[in-house]
């Protein structure tokens, strides 16, 4: 028989079947998003955040030059107001 037992070729691996490869490769997968899943979760948190203050930030910006621009319009309204009127002096007042 040459040296070879009939047990020596039944433990070598056979080829895998393509349901197995697919297992095979959502277990990899899962055990890679088991293992990376803390970071991923800190870096959108990150991102999530970063993302909020620009808005709050843009929101209050636009909120803040709306309010100048009334400002600026009421002092516009008392300074042509004041032109009209003229001066206020003794006689006038």
Do not use: C
């Not at 079947?17 to 890679?32: I, S």
């Not at 100048?68 to 107001?81: C, T, V």
Request: glycine share 6%; hydrophobic share 35%.
């Amino acid at each position: 028989m040459e040296g070879k037992t009939p047990d020596a070729s039944s433990t070598a691996p056979k080829p895998l079947t393509p349901a197995q490869k697919q297992l095979l490769k959502r277990q990899q997968e899962l055990d890679y998003w088991k293992r990376h899943s803390k970071q991923l979760r800190s870096r959108n948190l990150i991102t999530g955040l970063t993302i909020g203050a620009f808005v709050v930030g843009l929101f209050s910006y636009t909120i803040l030059s709306v309010r100048q621009e009334k400002i600026m319009d009421e002092i516009d309204d008392e300074a042509k107001n004041f032109i009209i009127k003229g001066p206020r002096t003794g006689a006038n007042s």
